[in-house]
C-alpha cells in the first residue's frame, strides 16, 4: 500500500511540475486557451486520445463489457468512426478558419464572424449549455477518482473527491492549454500501456482466447457471448443505433475540437489522426479483452466499474498495480483538466466577461476554473450516480446542442444567429427529457417514457439531433 502510495504521489508531483513548467508559456489568455495554437501532432493527437476516453473508458466501458458481454462492443466501432470525422471531415475548416480568424474556442467558431446582440445572446447561450453539462462531465471524473483512493486508503469519498479535484485544478490553473495538453500526453501514454498489460495478463491468467470463450460460456447467461445479446426485431435495432449513436456525440464536444483548433499546421493534423487512431484501436481492443476477461476471472463482483482496480491487484506485482492506479487517475485528469478549460473558455472568453476587466483576462479565466470546480465537487457528493450514466448524458447532451449547428458550419451552410439558438436549445431540451424519462420518472404509460427506456438509449442519444437539424435546413432556405 505505500509502495501505490509513493507512485501516486510522484505521479501527481510529476504533473504540478509539467504545470509550474507551462507556466512561463502563458503570457495571453490565447496562450492559456489554445496553447498559441503551436500544438505539433503527437502532442495533439494523444492529448486529444485521452481526453476523448477518460475514466468512462477505462472504469466505465470495461464495467459495461463485463456486464453485458459482447453487445456491448457496439460502442466500439462508433467511437473509431468519431475520431475520423473530427480529424478527416470537420478538423480541416476547423484549423483554417481558427488560424484565419483567431477564432479562441470552439463558440467562436459555430458563431462566425457575425456580431451584434443576437450574437452576444447566442454565446451566452452557448456559455450556459456548456457549463451545465461540463459540471456533470467534470463530476464523473471526481468520482472516479474519489472510487481509485478509496478503494486502496482508509479515506472517505468526500476527502478522495477534493484530494483528486485539488491536484487537477492546481496544475491546470497555472499552465492552463500548455500544461493540459501535456499532462494528457503523458496520461494517455500511460493510459494504454497499463490497459493493453491488464488485458494480455487477465487472458494468459485464463489460458488464452478460447479457453476465456469457455469459462464465459460454461459460466455465463447464453446470450453474454452473442452481438445481439439479448435483444431481437426492433429492440435490436434500438440497441445498435443507440450505442453506434455515442459517436454523434464527438462532434459536438469544446474540449476535444479545441485541439483541432489549436494544432499547429495541416501535416500535424493529418499525423495527428493517425496517432489518435492507432491509440484507440489499442485501448479499445485491450480493454474489451479485460471486461470479458475479467468476467470469468472476477463473475461475482457488485460493481462492473471497479474491475481494473480488481484485475490490477490480482494479477500485476504491487508496483505495476500501483501504476494501474495512476493510470485511472490519469484517465480522470486528461479529462477533467480539459473540460475545465473548456468550460473556462465558455465563461471568460464566449460571454465577453474577460473583455470586461481589460489586463485581468486570465485571472477571470483561472477563476472560471476554480468556480466550476467546485460546483463539480459539490454535485458529485451530492447527486450520487455511475461514471457511465453521468458521462453519457453530458456527451450526448453537447453532441445534440453543437453538433448540428457545427456541421452547418464546417460544410459552409448559411447559419443565422436565431437559427443556431433554437438549434442548440431543442438538441439540449431533447436529451434532457428522454434522460429524465429514462431515468427520473418511475413507471408509467407515457410513449415519452417508454422510448426513452429502449435499450441503447437511441431517443437519448440519436432523436435530440433531429430537431436542430430541421431547423438549420429550414432557416437555410430561408434566407
Request: charged share 10%; hydrophobic share 60%; glycine share 10%.
Amino acid at each position: 500500500m505505500l509502495i501505490i502510495l509513493f507512485i501516486l504521489v510522484l505521479y501527481s508531483v510529476a504533473l504540478l511540475g509539467i504545470g509550474v513548467w507551462a507556466k512561463s508559456r502563458v503570457t495571453s489568455s490565447e496562450d492559456f486557451l489554445v496553447g498559441g495554437r503551436k500544438l505539433g501532432p503527437w502532442v495533439a493527437g494523444l492529448s486529444y486520445a485521452a481526453s476523448t476516453s477518460s475514466a468512462w473508458a477505462l472504469l466505465g466501458f470495461t464495467g459495461f463489457v463485463y456486464m453485458i458481454g459482447l453487445s456491448a462492443l457496439w460502442i466500439v466501432p462508433g467511437i473509431w468512426i468519431g475520431y475520423a470525422v473530427v480529424w478527416l471531415v470537420m478538423g480541416p475548416r476547423l484549423l483554417a478558419e481558427s488560424h484565419e480568424q483567431d477564432h479562441v474556442t470552439p463558440t467562436d467558431f459555430v458563431l462566425g464572424k457575425d456580431r451584434g446582440n443576437m450574437r452576444a445572446l447566442a454565446a451566452m447561450l452557448a456559455s450556459l449549455l456548456i457549463s451545465l453539462c461540463f459540471i456533470f462531465y467534470i463530476a464523473a471524473q471526481f468520482d472516479a477518482a474519489g472510487k481509485a483512493l478509496i478503494e486502496h486508503y482508509p479515506i472517505s469519498l468526500a476527502q478522495a473527491v477534493i484530494i483528486g479535484a485539488a491536484v487537477i485544478l492546481i496544475y491546470s490553473f497555472i499552465g492552463g492549454f500548455w500544461a493540459v495538453s501535456l499532462t494528457d500526453t503523458v496520461q494517455a501514454l500511460v493510459m494504454i500501456a497499463v490497459a493493453v498489460l491488464l488485458g494480455i495478463a487477465a487472458v494468459i491468467e485464463l489460458g488464452g482466447v478460447g479457453a476465456m470463450l469457455d469459462a464465459l460460456q460454461a459460466s455465463g447467461p447464453h446470450e453474454y457471448l452473442s452481438f445481439r445479446g439479448q435483444y431481437a426485431g426492433l429492440l435490436l435495432f434500438g440497441f445498435i443505433a443507440g450505442t453506434l449513436g455515442i459517436t454523434l456525440g464527438a462532434f459536438g464536444q469544446p474540449q476535444l475540437l479545441v485541439r483541432l483548433m489549436a494544432v499547429k499546421d495541416e501535416p500535424s493534423r493529418r499525423k495527428g489522426f493517425v496517432i489518435v487512431l492507432v491509440w484507440g484501436v489499442l485501448i479499445y481492443v485491450a480493454l474489451s479483452f479485460l471486461g470479458l476477461a475479467g468476467r470469468a476471472l472476477f463473475p461475482a463482483m457488485p460493481d462492473g466499474e471497479a474491475l481494473l482496480y480488481t484485475a490490477a491487484e490480482a494479477l500485476l506485482p504491487t508496483v505495476l498495480a500501483g501504476i494501474a492506479i495512476a493510470a485511472t487517475l490519469s484517465a480522470v485528469m486528461s479529462t477533467a483538466d480539459s473540460i475545465l478549460l473548456s468550460a473556462s473558455a465558455a465563461i471568460a472568453h464566449d460571454t465577453g466577461l474577460g473583455r470586461r476587466f481589460p489586463g485581468r483576462e486570465l485571472l477571470v479565466s483561472r477563476a472560471a476554473v476554480l468556480g466550476i470546480t467546485v460546483l463539480a465537487v459539490v454535485l458529485t457528493l451530492m447527486l450520487p450516480d455511475t461514471i457511465f450514466n453521468r458521462v453519457l448524458f453530458a456527451w450526448s447532451a453537447l453532441g445534440a446542442a453543437f453538433g448540428p449547428v457545427m456541421f452547418f458550419r464546417v460544410f459552409r451552410w448559411p447559419v443565422s444567429m436565431g437559427a443556431a439558438m433554437l438549434a442548440m436549445l431543442l438538441g439540449f431540451g431533447c436529451t434532457v427529457l428522454f434522460y429524465s424519462a429514462g431515468t427520473v420518472f418511475g413507471p408509467s404509460d407515457s410513449l415519452i417514457v417508454y422510448f426513452a427506456r429502449l435499450p441503447g438509449d437511441p431517443f437519448e442519444r440519436i432523436v435530440p439531433w433531429l430537431p436542430g437539424l430541421l431547423v438549420l435546413a429550414a432557416a437555410s432556405k430561408l434566407k
